[in-house]
Protein backbone atom coordinates (compact mmCIF):
# COMPACT_ATOMS: atom_id res chain seq x y z
CA UNK A 1 0.00 0.00 0.00
CA UNK A 2 1.32 3.38 -0.98
CA UNK A 3 2.07 5.81 2.23
CA UNK A 4 0.72 8.60 2.08
CA UNK A 5 2.35 12.47 3.68
CA UNK A 6 1.47 15.15 5.58
CA UNK A 7 2.20 18.50 4.45
CA UNK A 8 2.12 21.28 6.89
CA UNK A 9 2.16 24.59 4.58
CA UNK A 10 2.53 27.87 6.76
CA UNK A 11 0.38 30.59 5.95
CA UNK A 12 1.04 33.22 8.10
CA UNK A 13 2.67 35.91 8.35
CA UNK A 14 4.87 34.67 5.19
CA UNK A 15 3.42 31.93 3.11
CA UNK A 16 5.74 29.43 2.25
CA UNK A 17 8.02 29.87 -0.59
CA UNK A 18 7.37 28.22 -3.67
CA UNK A 19 10.92 26.17 -4.13
CA UNK A 20 9.61 24.89 -0.51
CA UNK A 21 6.64 23.27 -2.53
CA UNK A 22 8.95 22.16 -5.30
CA UNK A 23 11.04 20.08 -2.91
CA UNK A 24 8.28 18.64 -1.57
CA UNK A 25 6.52 17.29 -4.56
CA UNK A 26 9.89 16.05 -5.89
CA UNK A 27 10.93 14.40 -2.92
CA UNK A 28 7.60 12.64 -2.65
CA UNK A 29 7.84 11.81 -6.43
CA UNK A 30 11.42 10.05 -5.43
CA UNK A 31 9.84 7.86 -2.06
CA UNK A 32 6.68 7.23 -3.98
CA UNK A 33 3.81 8.61 -1.83
CA UNK A 34 1.09 10.75 -1.76
CA UNK A 35 0.52 14.17 -0.01
CA UNK A 36 -2.05 15.64 2.21
CA UNK A 37 -1.46 18.86 2.23
CA UNK A 38 -2.61 21.03 5.16
CA UNK A 39 -3.14 24.16 5.01
CA UNK A 40 -2.29 26.14 8.54
CA UNK A 41 -4.54 29.22 8.34
CA UNK A 42 -4.27 31.51 11.17
CA UNK A 43 -7.04 32.54 14.06
CA UNK A 44 -7.03 35.03 16.15
CA UNK A 45 -9.17 35.56 19.45
CA UNK A 46 -11.53 38.34 19.34
CA UNK A 47 -10.60 41.29 20.96
CA UNK A 48 -13.38 42.78 23.01
CA UNK A 49 -11.50 46.33 23.62
CA UNK A 50 -13.34 49.26 23.39
CA UNK A 51 -10.61 51.72 23.36
CA UNK A 52 -8.26 49.63 20.83
CA UNK A 53 -11.25 49.21 18.60
CA UNK A 54 -11.10 53.33 18.99
CA UNK A 55 -7.48 53.63 18.34
CA UNK A 56 -6.53 51.09 16.25
CA UNK A 57 -8.99 49.19 14.76
CA UNK A 58 -8.00 45.59 16.55
CA UNK A 59 -10.84 43.70 15.16
CA UNK A 60 -10.22 45.17 11.21
CA UNK A 61 -6.45 44.32 11.78
CA UNK A 62 -7.58 40.55 12.85
CA UNK A 63 -10.35 40.37 10.40
CA UNK A 64 -7.32 41.70 7.89
CA UNK A 65 -4.89 39.38 9.15
CA UNK A 66 -7.14 35.92 8.84
CA UNK A 67 -8.17 36.92 5.26
CA UNK A 68 -4.65 37.07 4.14
CA UNK A 69 -3.51 33.88 5.87
CA UNK A 70 -6.55 32.42 4.13
CA UNK A 71 -5.65 34.02 0.85
CA UNK A 72 -2.05 32.93 0.96
CA UNK A 73 -3.20 29.32 1.94
CA UNK A 74 -5.06 29.41 -1.56
CA UNK A 75 -2.35 30.32 -3.32
CA UNK A 76 -0.36 28.24 -2.12
CA UNK A 77 -2.85 24.39 -2.25
CA UNK A 78 -3.36 25.73 -5.75
CA UNK A 79 0.67 26.03 -6.19
CA UNK A 80 1.50 22.90 -4.73
CA UNK A 81 -1.64 21.11 -6.56
CA UNK A 82 -0.37 22.35 -10.22
CA UNK A 83 2.90 20.76 -9.26
CA UNK A 84 1.59 17.40 -7.83
CA UNK A 85 -0.11 16.87 -10.94
CA UNK A 86 2.54 17.72 -13.34
CA UNK A 87 4.80 15.06 -11.41
CA UNK A 88 2.23 12.51 -11.18
CA UNK A 89 1.69 12.73 -7.45
CA UNK A 90 -1.43 12.13 -5.68
CA UNK A 91 -2.41 15.13 -3.54
CA UNK A 92 -5.62 16.06 -1.33
CA UNK A 93 -6.11 18.86 1.36
CA UNK A 94 -7.67 20.26 4.69
CA UNK A 95 -7.17 22.99 6.62
CA UNK A 96 -6.82 23.83 10.34
CA UNK A 97 -7.61 26.91 12.00
CA UNK A 98 -5.02 27.91 14.76
CA UNK A 99 -3.15 30.38 16.93
CA UNK A 100 -0.04 30.92 14.76
CA UNK A 101 2.46 30.30 17.90
CA UNK A 102 -0.11 27.19 18.56
CA UNK A 103 0.70 26.12 14.56
CA UNK A 104 3.11 23.00 15.57
CA UNK A 105 1.04 21.60 17.77
CA UNK A 106 -2.38 21.35 15.03
CA UNK A 107 0.19 19.84 12.67
CA UNK A 108 1.52 17.50 14.84
CA UNK A 109 -2.53 16.12 16.03
CA UNK A 110 -3.28 15.99 12.53
CA UNK A 111 -0.19 13.93 11.23
CA UNK A 112 -1.00 11.01 13.46
CA UNK A 113 -3.73 9.93 10.67
CA UNK A 114 -0.91 9.92 7.90
CA UNK A 115 1.97 7.24 7.72
CA UNK A 116 4.68 9.98 8.06
CA UNK A 117 4.91 14.37 7.31
CA UNK A 118 7.24 16.08 4.85
CA UNK A 119 8.32 19.56 6.22
CA UNK A 120 9.25 21.87 4.68
CA UNK A 121 11.90 23.62 5.46
CA UNK A 122 12.88 27.26 3.84
CA UNK A 123 16.50 28.93 3.80
CA UNK A 124 15.65 31.42 5.81
CA UNK A 125 14.31 29.30 8.90
CA UNK A 126 11.09 30.23 9.08
CA UNK A 127 8.53 28.45 10.86
CA UNK A 128 10.04 25.36 9.61
CA UNK A 129 12.32 24.40 12.41
CA UNK A 130 9.06 24.64 14.95
CA UNK A 131 6.80 22.71 12.75
CA UNK A 132 9.35 20.49 12.59
CA UNK A 133 10.24 20.00 16.39
CA UNK A 134 6.03 19.67 17.17
CA UNK A 135 5.63 17.12 14.03
CA UNK A 136 9.14 14.85 15.53
CA UNK A 137 8.02 15.05 19.22
CA UNK A 138 4.57 15.47 18.99
CA UNK A 139 2.98 13.29 16.21
CA UNK A 140 4.21 9.58 16.81
CA UNK A 141 4.71 9.65 13.19
CA UNK A 142 8.42 10.01 11.68
CA UNK A 143 9.24 13.34 9.86
CA UNK A 144 11.17 14.13 6.95
CA UNK A 145 12.61 17.44 6.93
CA UNK A 146 12.60 18.56 3.16
CA UNK A 147 15.23 21.85 2.43
CA UNK A 148 14.07 24.49 0.01
CA UNK A 149 16.63 22.56 -2.77
CA UNK A 150 17.03 19.30 -3.35
CA UNK A 151 19.85 19.25 -6.05
CA UNK A 152 20.27 16.62 -7.67
CA UNK A 153 19.70 14.26 -5.26
CA UNK A 154 17.83 10.87 -5.65
CA UNK A 155 16.52 8.37 -3.46
CA UNK A 156 19.23 5.52 -4.35
CA UNK A 157 21.49 5.93 -1.35
CA UNK A 158 20.95 6.95 2.71
CA UNK A 159 23.20 7.09 5.48
CA UNK A 160 21.67 6.00 9.04
CA UNK A 161 23.05 7.54 11.79
CA UNK A 162 23.87 4.89 14.03
CA UNK A 163 24.61 4.87 17.99
CA UNK A 164 22.46 1.92 19.53
CA UNK A 165 20.02 4.12 21.30
CA UNK A 166 16.20 3.96 21.18
CA UNK A 167 15.45 6.83 19.26
CA UNK A 168 17.86 5.78 16.64
CA UNK A 169 16.51 2.13 16.63
CA UNK A 170 13.16 3.98 16.23
CA UNK A 171 14.45 5.89 13.20
CA UNK A 172 15.91 2.31 11.32
CA UNK A 173 12.34 0.96 11.65
CA UNK A 174 10.71 4.01 10.72
CA UNK A 175 12.51 4.04 8.02
CA UNK A 176 12.88 0.13 6.73
CA UNK A 177 10.59 0.42 4.13
CA UNK A 178 12.16 3.19 2.08
CA UNK A 179 15.51 2.01 2.95
CA UNK A 180 14.41 -1.37 1.24
CA UNK A 181 14.29 0.34 -1.94
CA UNK A 182 17.83 1.59 -1.68
CA UNK A 183 21.15 0.70 -3.84
CA UNK A 184 23.47 1.52 -0.77
CA UNK A 185 22.72 2.23 2.48
CA UNK A 186 25.82 3.42 5.26
CA UNK A 187 25.28 2.64 8.70
CA UNK A 188 27.29 5.56 10.32
CA UNK A 189 28.60 5.75 13.60
CA UNK A 190 30.64 8.99 14.99
CA UNK A 191 33.31 8.31 17.29
CA UNK A 192 34.68 10.22 20.22
CA UNK A 193 31.34 12.39 20.16
CA UNK A 194 30.02 10.06 23.32
CA UNK A 195 30.49 6.63 24.97
CA UNK A 196 29.10 4.05 22.70
CA UNK A 197 27.50 0.98 23.58
CA UNK A 198 29.60 -1.14 21.48
CA UNK A 199 33.10 -1.05 19.17
CA UNK A 200 30.86 -2.93 16.71
CA UNK A 201 27.34 -1.56 16.65
CA UNK A 202 27.56 -1.00 13.25
CA UNK A 203 28.23 -4.03 11.99
CA UNK A 204 25.83 -5.60 14.02
CA UNK A 205 22.79 -2.99 12.37
CA UNK A 206 24.60 -3.50 9.40
CA UNK A 207 24.20 -7.37 9.48
CA UNK A 208 20.20 -7.19 10.65
CA UNK A 209 20.00 -5.34 7.34
CA UNK A 210 21.36 -6.87 5.29
CA UNK A 211 19.38 -10.27 6.35
CA UNK A 212 16.01 -7.89 5.55
CA UNK A 213 17.62 -7.43 1.86
CA UNK A 214 18.90 -4.40 3.16
CA UNK A 215 22.24 -3.24 1.15
CA UNK A 216 23.87 -2.30 4.25
CA UNK A 217 27.58 -1.41 5.01
CA UNK A 218 28.77 -0.27 8.57
CA UNK A 219 31.54 2.76 8.47
CA UNK A 220 32.70 4.65 11.70
CA UNK A 221 34.29 8.21 11.69
CA UNK A 222 36.24 10.61 14.18
CA UNK A 223 33.76 13.82 14.90
CA UNK A 224 34.94 16.41 13.18
CA UNK A 225 35.64 20.09 14.61
CA UNK A 226 31.69 21.33 14.46
CA UNK A 227 28.77 20.32 16.11
CA UNK A 228 27.51 16.41 15.09
CA UNK A 229 24.96 17.25 13.24
CA UNK A 230 26.80 19.08 10.67
CA UNK A 231 29.48 15.74 10.41
CA UNK A 232 26.61 13.37 10.15
CA UNK A 233 25.23 15.94 7.39
CA UNK A 234 28.57 16.76 5.65
CA UNK A 235 29.34 12.63 5.61
CA UNK A 236 25.92 11.81 4.08
CA UNK A 237 26.73 14.52 1.24
CA UNK A 238 30.36 13.61 0.54
CA UNK A 239 29.02 9.79 0.53
CA UNK A 240 26.25 11.05 -2.22
CA UNK A 241 23.26 10.50 0.15
CA UNK A 242 19.90 11.51 -0.82
CA UNK A 243 18.43 10.51 2.43
CA UNK A 244 19.70 10.91 6.35
CA UNK A 245 17.88 8.84 8.52
CA UNK A 246 18.64 10.01 12.88
CA UNK A 247 16.99 9.53 16.15
CA UNK A 248 16.26 13.24 17.30
CA UNK A 249 16.54 13.27 20.83
CA UNK A 250 14.93 16.31 22.77
CA UNK A 251 12.15 16.45 25.61
CA UNK A 252 9.80 19.12 26.70
CA UNK A 253 9.88 21.49 29.85
CA UNK A 254 6.44 23.31 30.25
CA UNK A 255 6.34 23.40 26.52
CA UNK A 256 9.90 24.47 25.81
CA UNK A 257 11.80 21.94 23.89
CA UNK A 258 15.42 21.34 25.26
CA UNK A 259 16.96 19.23 22.04
CA UNK A 260 20.23 17.41 21.56
CA UNK A 261 23.11 18.64 20.04
CA UNK A 262 22.67 16.76 16.74
CA UNK A 263 18.48 17.27 16.27
CA UNK A 264 19.60 21.04 17.20
CA UNK A 265 22.22 21.34 14.46
CA UNK A 266 20.28 19.44 12.00
CA UNK A 267 16.73 21.80 12.47
CA UNK A 268 19.68 25.38 12.25
CA UNK A 269 21.42 24.23 8.96
CA UNK A 270 19.49 21.39 7.28
CA UNK A 271 21.63 20.45 3.88
CA UNK A 272 20.01 17.07 2.47
CA UNK A 273 16.73 15.59 3.45
CA UNK A 274 16.86 14.04 7.25
CA UNK A 275 14.44 11.60 8.46
CA UNK A 276 13.95 11.98 12.25
CA UNK A 277 12.01 9.68 14.89
CA UNK A 278 11.36 10.02 18.79
Known amino acids: ?74 VLFSAITKMAADAGVAIDAGARNSLPELASDAAAEEARYYDLSLVPIPRNGGQGPALAEGLVFGSGRPAILVPETLGTRSLRHAVVAWDGSRVAARAVNDALALLG ?16 PADDLGDKLAARLLKRGVPARAIAIELED ?50 MSH
Open 1 to 74: MKKTALVPLVTYPEPLPSDCLKAIVEFAGMADCDLHALVLQANFPRVANALSSLLLDVPKMIQDAEAQSRANGD
Open 181 to 196: EMEQVTVLSVLNEKPL
Open 226 to 275: QPIGLTLQDFAVRDGAGLLVMGAYGHSRLRDFVLGGATKAILEDLRLPVL
